[in-house]
């Protein structure tokens, strides 16, 4: 698989993760927090996640993964381009382990923090790979030649510059 295509179908993928974890927080907000609990008893003895009544932070997590989700769609529309979305999503999920982290060692070593900060952590450097590797523009053309599908590195034309 072309690397462009291994980078867009990861995209899509993460997209579509993130709306589901979105529309999970969403729906059934306690049932993910046990889930993941219980989770936690497989890898060792992790003390159950505090309570908290609060459902800011729920209204505020279904905003973030819709954020991360458009974003992600936006980066596969187009590589060439995609460099300002993938900032911005390195950007979440980034930050996002670097607080969870911070949660587990403060708050309670909790397997959801350690699990949130493990995944949210492969995510990023993900998207920091793709981000390097698309960032100075270069990109696949496909053409189409006696129907037969012909695929072309492209590359910015020297001197151009990239969108921030």
Not at 17 to 30: E, H, N, R, T
Not at 54 to 80: I, N
Not at 106 to 121: E, H, I, K, Q, W
């Amino acid at each position: 698989m072309r690397p462009d295509r291994l980078a867009i179908l990861t995209l899509r993928v993460l997209a579509l993760s993130f709306a589901v974890v979105g529309m999970q927080f969403l729906l059934a907000p306690d049932a993910t927090i046990a889930s993941l609990d219980a989770t936690g008893a497989y890898f060792g003895d992790f003390p159950a996640t505090p309570a908290t009544g609060a459902r800011l932070w729920l209204a505020l997590s279904v905003a973030y993964m819709l954020l991360v989700t458009l974003l992600a769609l936006l980066a596969q529309r187009d590589l060439a381009h995609a460099r300002p979305y993938l900032a911005l999503l390195f950007a979440g999920k980034a930050s996002s382990p670097l607080v969870a982290l911070l949660a587990y060692r403060t708050v309670s070593p909790a397997f959801p923090y350690l699990a949130n900060c493990v995944v949210d952590g492969a995510i990023a450097l993900t998207v920091a790979g793709m981000a390097m590797l698309y960032s100075d523009g270069t990109y696949y053309k496909t053409t189409y030649v006696e129907g037969a599908t012909q695929y072309q590195v492209v590359a910015p034309p020297a001197g151009a510059s990239l969108p921030v």
